[in-house]
């Protein structure tokens, strides 16, 4: 696909702005629709929009709830990126399956399940991951 199918799914850069519940079903509304035309099975485009679901949802309650989230076409990859302006995830945090009896933590490792790359940069001034899945061949 060449650079007007980038930027016909591309969405631009948003600016942070605080979101709610009604803001993350429009989100994921917005990731299924989007990812679907740009090829994704219907299926693979509902498991992206739940992995962003989660990640937003977090940005929310961990971060400072300022979210801006991009989607676009990196070659034969669709790629999602969150972002958030909050204090950064704990260092020791790990993607690692919880144990069954705890309380938290099931977030980073559902969104590794679900997604086919998961990279997570955070520091003091906020939060970046970026979700891809592969477009069929």
Do not use: F, K
């Not at 979101?19 to 740009?38: E, K």
């Not at 949802?57 to 676009?72: K, L, P, Y």
């Amino acid at each position: 696909m060449g650079t007007a199918g980038v930027n016909e799914y591309a969405s631009a850069p948003a600016e942070p702005r605080r979101l709610n519940a009604t803001d993350l079903v429009r989100l994921r509304q917005h990731i299924a629709d989007v990812t679907t035309r740009a090829g994704l099975d219907p299926g693979r485009a509902a498991e992206l929009a739940l992995a962003v679901n989660e990640v937003a949802s977090n940005a929310i309650e961990h971060g400072d709830g300022m979210v801006s989230v991009t989607v676009r076409l990196a070659g034969t990859r669709v790629v999602v990126e969150v972002r958030d302006g909050g204090p950064g995830i704990p260092a020791g945090t790990t993607a690692d399956r919880p144990e069954p009896d705890a309380e938290r933590g099931r977030g980073l490792w559902l969104v590794g399940q679900l997604c086919d790359e998961v990279d997570v940069e955070s520091d003091a001034g906020g939060t970046r991951v970026r979700l891809a899945m592969a477009l069929p061949a």
